[in-house]
């Protein structure tokens, strides 16, 4: 079995980041999936140490920014900040997945925020927490549908138009709200805008009931002549209908690993526990031996521990070459669409290998949160849609 040792440096990050896990996220992972609604106040504590590895550059288990231009641009490897964050998120999610993005200032929008803001927006934001606002009712995975509008009103921009499916869209101080500002021009006019909590004409409609990631809010988001400050548009206001909405597409450069690195964490646990009952079931795993001469459910954990590791490796990579300065965007695709497939997959699995172990396992738990992560960040067609377009040399026009 091919496997890609974690870099040494990083080991201590990886051990802190499981210790939370452990301590902190499963004791209450049960409590917060049946108490819906209920902001975790446990978070608080861990959070600030979250900023506290953030800030020194250790790295942590939230949101990071892909940086593709400012000062350091020809520094090259940025010591591996990226993959950090990646190896932070696995091991969080092996704890609570809904809890890790239930973090404050975790948010994707801290992710948007990172990868195209200015060095004065990322100072003017800093220990913000940042929900993201993209999907809308009469869209969901095509991005380029945005209707939410833009109008340049002296030194403010009005918003209009509203938003589904918004994790964080309640408890978060801002949200990065995705809108256009001339429908007429496509995609090369939509824009993303910081909108604080508090904003006339910003309005939290309603929080949703989930299947999964109880934990973390869902909610519908509302923005009526909102006006937000010219200078909270992330990245430059022209219209440049050659380069199309590259900029703030970016942003899924580093959410879509960061995604995978979730499902990567629910498939290890669910692998993790379901290998502990077929033990204790009296079903030994033989890496030695084919599997067609093992035992039924030994030989489907075995194909289920590959699918893992493939899995694993993709989202590694796409992290690797952020820090490394090379466009990734192919490979946060794959990553994004093989881990998201592969998590419910493994998840399911081993809720059949295992039987009716119930609420006692947290295995039903963990399949019923791993849906969500083969759809937000795009859903799994939407990314086999990019590979296509990007390994075959077509534009989204001549490949839809």
């Known amino acids: 079995m091919i496997n890609l040792e974690a870099p040494k440096k990083a080991g201590a990050l990886i051990n802190q980041a499981y210790q ?13 999936d049946r108490a819906e609604h209920t902001y975790p106040a446990e978070l608080d504590m861990f959070a600030a140490l979250l900023d506290g590895l953030n800030s020194s550059g250790e790295g942590g288990a939230g949101a990071a920014g892909v940086r593709r231009s400012g000062p350091d641009k020809e520094k090259g490897n940025r010591n591996g900040a990226n993959l950090n964050v990646v190896l932070g998120t696995i091991e969080m999610c092996w704890g609570d997945v809904g809890l890790l993005l239930s973090m404050p200032r975790q948010g994707l929008g801290n992710a948007a925020i990172g990868s195209v803001a200015t060095d004065e927006q990322l100072e003017r934001f800093s220990g913000m927490w940042a929900a993201m606002a993209i999907t809308e009712a009469g869209f969901g995975s095509d991005s380029a549908a945005v209707s ?11 918003l209009n138009g509203e938003k589904i499916f918004v994790t964080s869209g309640e408890r978060a101080d801002a949200v990065v709200v995705w809108a256009t500002l001339d429908k007429s021009k496509g995609r090369a006019a939509i824009k993303s805008f910081v909108v604080e909590k508090g904003t006339p004409g910003f309005e939290v409609v309603r929080v949703e ?5 109880r934990a973390s809010d869902t909610a519908v988001l509302r923005f009526e002549n909102c006006r937000v400050p010219a200078e909270n548009l992330l990245g430059t206001p022209e219209i440049d209908t050659a380069k199309g909405f590259a900029g703030v597409m970016q942003t899924f450069d580093n959410t879509r690993p960061l995604v995978a690195a979730m499902a990567i964490g629910v498939a290890r646990a669910a692998l993790e526990e379901t290998r502990r009952i077929l033990s204790e079931a009296g079903v030994s795993i033989d890496y030695d031996r084919p599997a067609n001469a093992q035992h039924a459910a030994a030989a489907e954990f075995l194909r289920l521990e590959a699918d893992y ?8 990579e796409s992290a690797w070459m952020a820090d490394n300065r090379k466009p990734n965007s192919l490979q946060a695709s794959m990553a994004k ?64």
């Open 148 to 158: 939410t509008t833009a109008r340049l009103d002296g030194d403010h921009y009005v």
């Open 309 to 316: 590791e493939s899995a694993y490796l993709l989202t590694l």
């Open 209 to 213: 009931h989930k299947l999964g990631i």
């Open 337 to 400: 669409a093989k881990a998201g497939r592969s998590v419910v997959e493994i998840a399911l699995k081993c809720v059949e290998l295992t039987g009716a172990y119930g609420e006692e396992s947290l295995l039903e738990k963990w399949a019923r949160d791993a849906k969500i992560l083969d759809i937000f960040e795009g859903t799994q067609q939407i990314q086999q849609l990019i590979v296509a377009r990007r390994v075959l040399g077509k534009t989204s026009a001549q490949l839809k």
């Open 20 to 32: 939370a896990a452990a301590e902190v996220f499963r004791p209450i992972s049960r409590k917060y």
